[in-house]
């Protein structure tokens, strides 16, 4: 596609519900990049991929979270038991290639955590 | 521990002036220093960037300064015009194998008619 897609673009979850967040990157970029963004703060990042390989998850809040990219693609953002410090908007970007390029970010997701 | 700083949570200025938003930081590492802006409901956008070996970088009506002693960088928007109303972030890599950037909170730009 054209850029990169998030999907919903909306989410309102009850407190203790999983909830999982899509990514679509432009097509044919290496590095895909989750980051969330919390009301009045700036994009923190939470996990990096390379291809299909997690080269870094470092920002990953807890063990609730959890992201993944089997095809080197699409890839999923998955919250378990969601807490409402977890509401925020959730964004992922791309970029061509492994070495560092700048990113291009999508509109991301907002959950709501009530 | 905050590392990237914007200590304006906003600034309005009078179309056709310059805008500057500053930003400070704290890891000497960081080698590469970016700027994205950001429209409501939209990620961000890259707009600038700047390498750590240089001072400045000019891009048409924008430009980044970079002073390395002090740590601190700026974007400068002259003309200033409606359309560049958003927030503005201020963004930086932490070396050169590094692929995440860490960001500050955000400057929001209102442009006055």
């Known amino acids: 596609g054209a850029g990169v897609s998030q999907s919903p673009r909306y989410k309102v979850a009850k407190r203790g519900q999983d909830v999982a967040l899509r990514c679509d990157p432009i097509?044919?970029?290496?590095?895909l990049f989750w980051y969330q963004q919390a009301l009045g703060q700036g994009p923190e990042f939470l996990t990096y991929?390379?291809?299909?390989?997690?080269?870094?998850k470092s920002g990953l809040p807890s063990d609730r979270f959890f992201a993944e990219r089997p095809e080197g693609s699409v890839s999923t953002l998955k919250i378990q038991r969601t807490q409402q410090e977890d509401s925020a908007v959730y964004l992922c970007?791309?970029?061509?290639?492994?070495?560092?390029?700048?990113?291009?970010f999508g509109s991301g997701t907002r959950l709501t955590v009530v | 521990d905050q590392q990237v700083k914007q200590n304006s949570p906003s600034l309005s200025v009078q179309e056709g002036r310059i805008s500057i938003l500053n930003c400070d930081y704290t890891?000497?590492?960081?080698?590469?220093f970016l700027w994205y802006k950001k429209y409501p409901a939209e990620g961000p956008t890259f707009l600038i960037s700047?390498?750590?070996?240089?001072d400045k970088n000019e891009d048409g009506r924008f430009t980044v300064f970079l002073n390395k002693s002090a740590k601190h960088l700026s974007l400068h928007i002259v003309p200033s015009q409606p359309g560049d109303s958003a927030v503005y972030f201020c963004?930086?890599?932490?070396?050169?194998?590094?692929?995440?950037?860490?960001f500050g909170q955000g400057t929001r730009l209102t442009i006055n008619p």
């Open positions: 970007a791309s970029s061509p290639k492994q070495d560092f390029y700048g990113y291009t």
């Open positions: 097509s044919g970029h290496v590095s």
């Open positions: 991929f390379q291809n299909e390989a997690q080269l870094d």
């Open positions: 890891n000497s590492m960081f080698d590469y």
């Open positions: 700047i390498s750590s070996i240089k």
């Open positions: 963004a930086a890599r932490e070396d050169q194998g590094a692929q995440k950037l860490v």
